[in-house]
């Protein structure tokens, strides 16, 4: 089993940053990649950014440019910086891990809300 926890979210205004984070404990070994989705309200979730073991990284269109994903294996964290922040980007953020050798994302955080104003 891996565990995993995300930071809280927040309320920030469009334009601001947020970084969330999301420690991952339990058979963090077996980790290989880990990722961002979200789900806004009437939609479907969808993959935000992806980070690998060899921290090559994934971006959906529309957060290239503005959204960072980058890990700490050591403290085995990874993390989403996110700038210029859009009413759209509003969701709430699951991070998600995948093991070595699987499809797709093995397991998947508790979720935390995010909320851009205009």
């Known amino acids: 089993q891996v565990q995993l926890v995300e930071s809280e979210g927040g309320f920030v205004q469009a334009g601001g940053s947020l970084t969330l984070s999301c420690a991952a404990s339990?058979?963090?070994?077996?980790?290989?990649?880990m990722g961002w989705y979200r789900q806004a309200p009437g939609k479907q979730r969808e993959l935000v950014a992806v980070?690998?073991?060899?921290?090559?990284?994934y971006y959906a269109d529309s957060v290239k440019g503005r959204f960072t994903i980058s890990r700490d294996n050591a403290k085995n964290t990874v993390y989403l910086q996110m700038n210029a922040l859009k009413p759209g980007d509003t969701a709430v953020y699951y991070c998600?891990?995948?093991?070595?050798?699987?499809?797709?994302?093995?397991?998947w955080g508790q979720g935390t809300q995010v909320i851009v104003s205009s």
């Open positions: 980070i690998n073991n060899s921290f090559s990284t």
């Open positions: 998600a891990a995948a093991l070595i050798g699987t499809e797709g994302f093995d397991y």
């Open positions: 339990g058979r963090i070994r077996e980790i290989n990649d």
